[in-house]
T-cell receptor, first 110, second 115 residues
Framework: GENVEQHPSTLSVQEGDSAVIKCTYS??????FPWYKQELGKRPQLIID?????GEKKDQRIAVTLNKTAKHFSLHITETQPEDSAVYFC?????????FGTGTSLTVIP | ETGVTQTPRHLVMGMTNKKSLKCEQH?????MYWYKQSAKKPLELMFV???????ENNSVPSRFSPECPNSSHLFLHLHTLQPEDSALYLC??????????????FGSGTRLTVV
């Protein structure tokens, strides 16, 4: 089955700096890669996603890149703000079955 | 509210108890899921229901028993649990698959503590 690895597990950045979280996957059949943000005590929420026919997608301060050959995808957050502090999960999907990474706890220091 | 409601939000149960978790979605989605979220582990898929038919049982112990009476409701019946079953149990729903996939909508979860 699919195996998704996510790094780093914790990340601290100064407010205004950029944050990058990386994920790798093993199954080349995976074709959809969402990122979820989970604030403390709240449900995971989809923040951005990318399909396998696209290499990059951007939504304001958030961007995701996908390298199908290398089987890795990354989340980029620019101009970080304290409210970006949360746990971020990547996932790779085949059909409607998702495989999640272990999560990255991001702390943005004011 | 995202349209996926889970109850209860918190549950403490003894190892000999029987309890049930409930999930309800008002989004018209055709698939529902149970996930287990433990500390420092990936989200673990437990069960998948498509059009109220179970299509995935990810090697879950029999002390967890799902029920999906219709496409809007999903239950997780619990009995004789172990302390290591303590976790956040998340329900999710979705519509479509493949290129029609629109992602999961998660519920708020049930924080389960087994004592």
């Amino acid at each position: 089955g699919e195996n998704v690895e996510q790094h780093p597990s914790t990340l601290s950045v100064q407010e205004g700096d950029s944050a990058v979280i990386k994920c790798t996957y093993s199954d080349s059949a995976s074709n959809y890669f969402p990122w979820y943000k989970q604030e403390l005590g709240k449900r995971p929420q989809l923040i951005i996603d990318i399909r396998s026919n696209v290499g990059e997608k951007k939504d304001q301060r958030i961007a995701v890149t996908l390298n199908k050959t290398a089987k890795h995808f990354s989340l980029h957050i620019t101009e970080t703000q304290p409210e970006d502090s949360a746990v971020y999960f990547c996932a790779a999907s085949i059909g409607n079955q998702f495989y999640f990474g272990t999560g990255t706890s991001l702390t943005v220091i004011p | 509210e995202t349209g996926v409601t889970q109850t209860p939000r918190h549950l403490v149960m003894g190892m000999t108890n029987k309890k049930s978790l409930k999930c309800e979605q008002h989004l018209g989605h055709n698939a529902m899921y149970w996930y287990k979220q433990s500390a420092k582990k990936p989200l673990e898929l437990m069960f998948v229901y498509n059009f109220k038919e179970q299509t995935e049982n990810n090697s879950v112990p029999s002390r967890f028993s799902p029920e999906c009476p219709n496409s809007s409701h999903l239950f997780l019946h619990l009995h004789t649990l172990q302390p290591e079953d303590s976790a956040l149990y998340l329900c999710a729903s979705s519509q479509g698959a493949g290129t029609g996939w629109s992602g999961y909508t998660f519920g708020s979860g049930t924080r389960l503590t087994v004592v």
